[in-house]
């Protein structure tokens, strides 16, 4: 069977900006000139490790702390030990001193479920010519819509295309200000999978990955599709549309197979002894997880759907309501429901959710996909569906695995706030603050409101707590992240603050800048390498097992509460394609994934069910009522923007619109110019 399709080419101009142009620099380019991330002092540790626990103290327990950090990090103590331990095996690392540390401790020696813990979702936005009748009313439980696979084969070509942009480095390096990021994770998208180990999980990554290959999920049955030719050439989206349609036709008509992908859901033991049981019995179970290890992602078509509701609808997303259909140890997992709605379940091993999401924000832009350029040619193969020899064994794990992530998925609430009250245009031109360091205030003011016992609101919550901002460090050879601790002394005064009212409004105002600068003073050195809690983790490393008793900083009560993270929040702005989520990281705190749009905000809430003290829902409504009341603190919007700035607003939403329809339609005329022109070319003999 030979298939035709006319070579067609198209760039968005919402993708251009990603693109670096043939004169400038190369996707990996700077790395050369990315500096290594540097041990910090002793005592830039000792500064702001004491300045991060004095909230979180009684004035008894400061003084204790302070004695042990000063005992730590004297002339000639344990601490100066430690520290030339971890220069001189930084010396001896190819990257990074931290870069095999993490990888290890944040992630690899992790036994607890990848689901929910580690692993990250998020929900595309629809797709623009999404049929609003599959929204608010799915197809039937089993059924794979053709919406859905139209969908899906979009996805994938324009996921091939972000591939190529990267393999052959045409997609523009980053900067911050003017100094190059690290551009490393780039390589790590795809070919990427988490292989389950005792006692250590390991992480596979190959740059450029040269397999041909996706692996397609479908009620729980587990196929190799190739998406790209034996030659490399690539094919028509109509092309991969056959191949997911017979992928779900084989699904329906053969005896399934064993449900061995809920391996993955269950914790990280259970998992290894599942996959190396499979290896024993079979030289084609190992043939097969080679085939998932080497895919270069993996694409999950659920024949179920949510209704519109955006609140139930991540779940699925998020976990699928019962682990099945998915294989959470791939690096990126594409989930397609059957009314079309989509998104990714991410591993996070591999990179963290801020490079994906560079992904998204290109594969996203250019929906509606069409072929790429020069894919006329010979038709793929038929898929290849993964045939498994298990024993009872190997079936009693996948129970247990299934009973792990069942009741994890049961104790994990969460859920949403999307508004549209304000976004970053507000808090920089009206509230004059970073609107990152104002969310955070934000969170904190709504955490101060809660009661502590999680039950109707009586009395505010009068217990700080640590709070957790991941602040990128991809200024430095392949940096990874670095903890923000964005608890400090003026953001807890602020919190306290602002409703008590005895206080002027002129002096909370004043409190609140003062709020802001120690927060944003904060994620400024962790993003430049003067953070404390990668550091601590490199100087704990270095100890050896009959010195443990021996640095009291590390067994002092405060450093647990200090790293008792209960929020837990990431930045992902703005959030226009995409918004996302992840896992409380201690039972008795929140997860929180915010994005800040031009005038919205967008939220994620997660929180165990089975703690009494938290309540996503509750939260969620306290912080909405928290967004809305800072408010007071600042001049009214049309004394910053006019009378009339609803109407400017209004019409400036109206004009981007027209724009957006213009620009599709300018689109779809580039997509078929070679179709138009060759239609009316003049006729010549030859014709």
């Keep these: 069977m030979t298939i035709f399709c006319p070579s067609r080419s198209r760039l968005l101009g919402h993708s251009r900006r990603y693109l ?26 000792a500064d702001k490790y004491l300045a991060s626990c004095s909230p979180l ?11 042990a950090v000063q005992e730590f990090i004297k002339p000639g103590g344990f601490g100066e030990e430690l520290q030339k331990r971890l220069l001189d095996y930084d010396k001896t690392q190819e990257n990074s001193w931290l870069e095999h540390i993490w990888l290890n401790k944040a992630y690899l020696e992790w036994r607890e479920p990848s689901l929910i813990n580690v692993n990250w979702w998020c929900q595309f936005v629809d797709h623009p010519e999404h049929p609003q009748d599959l929204l608010s009313k799915p197809p039937p439980k089993g059924v794979l819509s053709s ?11 324009n996921m091939l295309n972000f591939k190529e942009v990267v393999d052959s480095e045409r997609l523009a390096p980053e900067y911050l200000r003017d100094k190059p990021l690290d551009m490393n994770q780039y390589k790590n998208q795809f070919g990427a999978t988490r292989i389950s180990a005792s006692p250590a999980d390991k992480i596979h990554t190959v740059w450029p990955a040269s397999a041909r290959h996706i692996i397609v999920l479908t009620r729980d049955q587990i196929y190799k599709v190739d998406v790209v030719r034996s030659d490399g050439s690539r094919v028509p989206i109509q092309e991969i ?8 036709q084989d699904s329906l008509s053969k005896q399934p197979q064993p449900a061995v992908g809920v391996l993955t859901a269950g914790d990280r033991d259970t998992c290894a002894k599942g996959m190396d049981k499979l290896r024993q019995l079979s030289q084609q179970n190992t043939q097969n997880l080679e085939i998932i290890k080497d895919a270069l992602f993996a694409v999950c078509l659920d024949a179920h759907s949510t209704k519109k509701n955006i609140d139930l609808s991540h779940h699925q997303i998020f976990h699928n309501f019962n682990g099945h259909n998915r294989w959470f140890d791939k690096a990126i997992q594409l989930v397609v429901t059957s009314s079309g709605r989509s998104g990714v379940n991410g591993e996070h091993t591999p990179s963290d959710a801020v490079i994906p999401g560079k992904m998204f924000d290109f594969i996203l832009s250019t929906e509606p996909a069409v072929d790429p350029p020069n894919s006329d040619g010979p038709a793929l193969p038929a898929p290849q569906r993964l045939e498994w020899v298990v024993d009872e064994e190997v079936t009693a794990l996948v129970r247990e695995a299934e009973t792990t992530a069942k009741a994890l998925i049961k104790d994990t609430q969460s859920c949403l706030l999307q508004t549209d ?29 809660m009661p502590a016992d999680g039950g109707h609101y009586t009395e505010p919550n009068n217990e700080p707590t640590a709070v957790y901002e991941s602040a990128s460090t991809r200024l430095f050879k392949h940096g990874r992240t670095e903890t923000g601790r964005s608890l400090t002394k003026e953001t807890w005064e602020f919190a306290c603050a602002f409703d008590n009212d005895n206080i002027l409004y002129d002096d909370k105002r004043s409190i609140f800048r003062k709020a802001l600068a120690a927060q944003s003073a904060y994620m400024k050195d962790a ?5 404390i809690d990668r550091h601590m983790l490199g100087l704990r490393c270095m100890i050896k097992p009959e010195e443990q008793g021996k640095a009291e900083i ?27 989520g992840f896992g409380p990281v201690v039972p008795n705190g929140y997860g929180i994934n915010y994005a800040i749009g031009k005038d919205s905000l967008k939220f994620s809430i997660s929180s165990k069910l089975s703690c009494k003290e938290t309540d996503s829902f509750r939260y969620r409504d306290t912080l909405e009522r928290t967004l809305k009341d800072m408010m007071i603190l600042f001049p009214k919007r049309s004394e910053v923007w006019g009378m009339n700035w609803k109407e400017q607003h209004a019409q400036e939403k109206k004009e981007a619109a027209y724009l957006k329809t213009m620009k599709k339609l300018s689109n779809e005329y580039v997509a078929k110019k070679e179709l138009i022109a060759q239609k009316y070319a003049p006729k010549t003999k030859e014709n």
């Design 20 to 45: 670096a142009t043939q004169a400038s620099t190369k996707t990996f380019g700077n790395q050369s000139k990315v500096p290594r991330l540097p041990v910090p002092s002793l005592k830039n540790l």
């Design 57 to 67: 103290l009684s004035p008894e327990e400061y003084n204790r702390t302070e004695a």
């Design 147 to 157: 919406f859905q696979i139209h969908r899906a084969a979009g996805l994938i070509t």
């Design 241 to 248: 549309e056959r191949i997911l349609y017979a992928v779900g």
């Design 421 to 449: 009250i304000y976004g970053a245009r507000y808090i920089k031109e009206v509230a004059g603050a970073s609107p990152d360091a104002y969310v955070q205030l934000a969170l904190q003011l709504a955490w101060r409101r």
């Design 527 to 531: 993003t430049f390498g003067k953070g």
């Design 554 to 580: 590390f067994n002092d009560a405060a450093f647990t509460k200090s790293m008792t993270f209960r929020l837990s929040s990431s930045n992902m702005s703005p959030g226009t394609w995409f918004y996302g």
